[in-house]
């Protein structure tokens, strides 16, 4: 079965700093990878996916993550992080059933100024 | 803009009580689905539904059932609420197109308290 797992499930950076949230991926088949982000309140938002191609992917608000086979990875960055980004981050692959997300448990980010 | 609603944001249920939760979306999207949410559990998947009358069970189904009787509309209902379900209910729908890959669209989520 796919499964996707989040190393660390609260990590904190300074304003203005490396965001690096990390997801190691179990998939037999290619898998179709995403990230969400969920705000506050809110319900969770595509930052970005992987399919095919291109291996780097760019998402909404700087956010990029690579996807990288030999090392079963997809780990999200951002150069810079901003106070604004401080929210719930999750991992997802792509489920056997082909409609539905299997999702990592979450990344919580904080943000020091 | 994709837009799913859920009927309720906060709802307080009493134990053994018959819960219903609705969502609809207004992009004509084949699947729709139902999760789950628990702090430090992320989502795990309830039911899903990719077309009218069609559902499939998720990895959590027990206690649950769904209803699907126009494309827009999936309604989760809790037969006899239990306090092991007070939790974060999330509906999402898709596309039904190489589904897959395609993103799925979040609902603001209904956090449900069974006293």
């Known amino acids: 079965a796919q499964s996707v797992t989040q190393l660390g499930s609260h990590v904190s950076v300074s304003e203005g700093a490396l965001v690096l949230l990390r997801c190691n991926y179990s998939s037999s088949v290619p898998p179709y990878l995403f990230w969400y982000v969920q705000y506050p309140n809110q319900g969770l938002q595509l930052l970005l996916k992987?399919?095919?191609?291109?291996?780097l992917v760019k998402g909404i608000n700087g956010f990029e993550a690579e996807f990288k086979k030999s090392e079963t990875s997809f780990h999200l960055t951002k150069p810079s992080a901003h106070m604004s980004d401080a929210a719930e981050y999750f991992c997802?692959?792509?489920?056997?059933?082909?409609?539905?997300?299997?999702f990592g448990k979450g990344t919580s980010l904080l943000v020091t100024p | 803009d994709v837009k799913v609603t859920q009927s309720s944001r906060y709802l307080v249920k009493r134990t053994g009580e018959k819960v219903f939760l609705e969502c609809v979306q207004d992009?004509?999207?084949?699947?729709m689905f139902w999760y789950r949410q628990d702090p430090g559990l992320g989502l795990r998947l309830i039911y899903f539904?990719?077309?009218?009358?069609?559902?499939e069970k998720g990895d959590i189904p027990e206690g649950y059932s769904v209803s699907r009787e126009k494309k827009e509309r999936f309604s989760l209902i809790l037969e006899s609420a239990s306090t092991n379900q007070t939790s974060m209910y999330l509906c999402?729908?898709?596309?039904?197109?190489?589904?897959?890959?395609?993103?799925?669209?979040f609902g603001p989520g209904t956090r449900l308290l069974v006293l």
């Open positions: 992009m004509d999207h084949e699947n």
């Open positions: 999402a729908s898709s596309p039904g197109s190489g589904r897959a890959f395609q993103t799925q669209y």
């Open positions: 539904s990719y077309d009218v009358k069609m559902k």
């Open positions: 997802a692959v792509s489920s056997n059933s082909g409609y539905a997300l299997n």
């Open positions: 992987y399919t095919t191609g291109a291996t």
